[in-house]
């Protein structure tokens, strides 16, 4: 398995910008797809992109999409997440996850990833 660390939350004005990163270790990283999940309280997890394991392929929901983008840096095991234009309600724990399902960059579900980074709070003030 791989294993994940997240860093970069934090408290951002509505409107501001952040740029997550999360820091991968194991052999086997760089044959992975790797995804950023949020869940805020009360709600259950939610898919927020993905990135397939060469990085030419990226996914995102519909309600980020146009605002965050997903990267990543094989070479120094690292995927990173650029969020534009905060919202308030883009509040929530941001976590990593990592997983041979989303290989080719298409996989959204929870269980589709095998590991998981320890979260990351992001707020957003209105």
């Known amino acids: 398995q791989v294993q994940l660390v997240e860093s970069g939350g934090g408290l951002v004005q509505a409107g501001g910008s952040l740029r997550l990163s999360c820091a991968a270790s194991?052999?086997?990283?760089?044959?992975?797809?790797m995804g950023w999940f949020r869940q805020a309280p009360g709600k259950e997890r939610e898919f927020v992109a993905v990135?397939?394991?060469?990085?030419?392929?990226?996914n995102y929901a519909d309600s980020v999409k146009g605002r965050f983008t997903i990267s990543r840096e094989n070479a120094k095991n690292t995927v990173y997440r650029k969020m534009n234009s905060l919202k308030p309600e883009d509040t929530a724990v941001y976590y990593c996850?990592?997983?041979?399902?989303?290989?080719?960059?298409?996989?959204?579900?929870?269980?589709?990833?095998?590991?998981w980074g320890q979260g990351t709070q992001v707020t957003v003030s209105s």
């Open positions: 996850a990592a997983g041979i399902r989303p290989a080719l960059g298409y996989a959204r579900a929870p269980s589709d990833f095998d590991s």
């Open positions: 194991g052999r086997t990283y760089s044959s992975y797809g």
């Open positions: 990135i397939s394991w060469t990085g030419a392929v990226t």
